[in-house]
């Protein structure tokens, strides 16, 4: 078997795409020898402080509101273990597994950076806990993206104490302190400042944005596909894709798009079919409009990608310890640059998803689908057809629409009105989760109607990249020839799209 080259963390050079090998594609990590050499330099200023008694903020400190009361040196050691305990507050469904690792690498990442003044130990426990397939429980609810995701972090830092309960690679479900012994490793004993460093950070909400932001990427281009598709089944014209149009407004995204749309409908048959002689002047704005909707999105994901992927290797910690000896407290804990990333991301993505419903309208619409069976069916009336397909599309695009409603806009003052400013950042995040599998679902339907419209149009074909999607399309779901339930071809070819299966890039 072919070895896989550990992804080494040195807190600077964390991409997007590394987040989703080792989150999803498990690659393995391991801390770099210039993150530990920088680790040990602030370490060693940490130790000085303890050793010199100085009152310094999360060191010898309470934390929050309590940051006015001094802790005795014998008490330091207690104070970590009792700050990660008192913040696993969190509640509500359980983070996928994907979510969790990625929290976990990102957060070994930031310790790496060196401004935590950690031990190596940390992060290389947590390292050697995503190369064992152990991930803890970690609840969705209960952070709100300042002084960073402290509850879900906090889940995650029980877990490194040998305390709370770890997810192994087998499927099983143990206390984790024996689930670390049987992979053959040790629970931290943390040392002053350990605790805060590890659950102060935005590691929550960024490793579901990263994950996020990768996903909107694919379906960005499954929408191109699927539009392509569905432009095609019901007679529409490329011409309102030339590239002149789309050069005279200048919007870079919208010119990516109409290119995306130019290349998938190249060669085709069907097009050629009702060149001459078509009454009509124009298509809808389901169709012509693609680049001007789909477009902007692109826009939106680069902007987001930009604003994650620096997060990605960002000092999240307070205080930050610098090798020169300095400790300073700030705030680069606070989320509102994700969470305003991701609120824009959430409005984008719902555009996609109303804009491909419309389509998936028009496909089974008997007055607008351009001759097609009514809802695609031969037999229209003893059979439904693909009826309550464009209904579930509908609510939907619809629940997109409410969960669009930013959550970076609210704020509620937390820890005594010390914390009185803060960004709801993981409310953002799942609220973008919830939307891409909407999406991802609205596509497939999108895809299954317009494989159907095509195959009314035979012997006729589409361009070949649009027949390699119907291939696809068909992989998974069979024709509808008597009506069946469609809940099970909906979510194959959801999962399709998640998979990139449609990713014509």
Same mark, same amino acid.
């Given at each position: ?27 393995? %990590? ?19 402080? %303890? ?40 509640? +509500?469904? #359980? ?37 064992? +397939?152990?991930?803890? %429980? ?23 104490? +040998? ?68 432009? #095609? ?5 490329? &011409? ?85 000896? #300095? ?10 640059? %994700? ?42 009336? &003893? ?18 629409? &409410? ?5 970076? &806009? ?96």
């Amino acid at each position: 078997m072919t070895q896989i080259t550990p992804l080494a963390l040195d807190g600077c050079s964390l991409a997007i795409a590394d987040v989703h090998a080792v989150a999803v594609g498990r690659r393995p %990590v391991a801390v770099s020898d210039a993150a530990r050499t920088r680790m040990r330099a602030t370490r060693a200023v940490v130790a000085d402080i %303890v050793a010199r008694n100085e009152v310094v903020y999360g060191v010898t400190t309470g934390f929050g509101k309590l940051s006015n009361f001094s802790i005795p040196p014998e008490k330091l050691a207690q104070l970590q273990v009792n700050l990660v305990r008192s913040h696993a507050a969190g509640v +509500g469904p #359980e983070l996928p597994e994907r979510e969790v690792r990625a929290m976990m690498l990102l957060r070994a990442n930031v310790i790496a950076k060196g401004f935590s003044g950690a031990r190596p130990d940390l992060p290389d426990l947590l390292c050697a806990m995503l190369n064992a +397939g152990l991930w803890p %429980v970690v609840r969705e609810q209960g952070s709100v993206g300042a002084s960073g995701d402290l509850a879900p972090l906090a889940a995650l830092a029980v877990s490194l104490i +040998g305390e709370g309960e770890l997810n192994t690679a087998d499927g099983r479900r143990l206390p984790a302190a024996q689930a670390l012994q049987f992979a053959g490793l040790t629970p931290v004993t943390l040392g002053p400042k350990e605790g805060i460093t590890l659950i102060n950070g935005t590691q929550t909400h960024t490793g579901i944005a990263a994950l996020a932001v990768a996903d909107a990427r694919t379906v960005w281009e499954s929408a191109h596909v699927a539009g392509a598709m569905s432009l #095609e089944a019901l007679l529409g014209t490329p &011409v309102a894709f030339d590239a002149r149009i789309h050069d005279a407004r200048g919007q870079d995204g919208q010119r990516d798009s109409a290119a995306r749309l130019r290349t998938l409908l190249d060669g085709s048959a069907l097009r050629e079919s009702h060149r001459d002689n078509d009454p009509r002047v124009q298509d809808a704005y389901a169709l012509r409009c693609m680049p001007q909707v789909h477009g902007p999105v692109l826009d939106a994901i680069r902007f987001a990608e930009g604003i994650i992927g620096r997060e990605l290797n960002a000092a999240t910690d307070n205080p930050l310890v610098f090798d020169n000896g #300095e400790m300073l407290s700030g705030g680069n804990f606070h989320g509102q640059a %994700v969470a305003m990333a991701l609120d824009f991301l959430a409005i984008a993505m719902t555009n996609l998803a109303t804009i491909a419903e419309r389509r998936i309208d028009r496909l089974v619409h008997p007055d607008l689908n351009e001759g097609l069976p009514p809802f695609l069916s031969a037999t229209a009336g &003893v059979s439904s057809g693909f009826m309550m397909a464009q209904v579930s599309a509908a609510a939907l695009a619809s629940e997109c629409k &409410v969960l669009s409603h930013p959550a970076s &806009v609210d704020t509620i003052p937390t820890d005594g009105s010390k914390e009185d400013v803060v960004p709801m950042a993981m409310g953002a995040a799942w609220k973008l989760r919830r939307i891409i599998g909407n999406v991802q679902h609205i596509l497939g339907i999108e895809l299954m109607c317009a494989a159907q419209g095509l195959d009314c149009r035979r012997p006729l074909r589409s361009s070949p990249a649009v027949e390699r999607a119907h291939d696809t399309v068909r992989r998974h779901v069979a024709p509808l020839g008597e009506d069946r339930v469609l809940t099970p071809d909906i979510i194959a070819l959801a999962g399709a799209v998640a998979r990139r299966e449609f990713d014509a890039s």
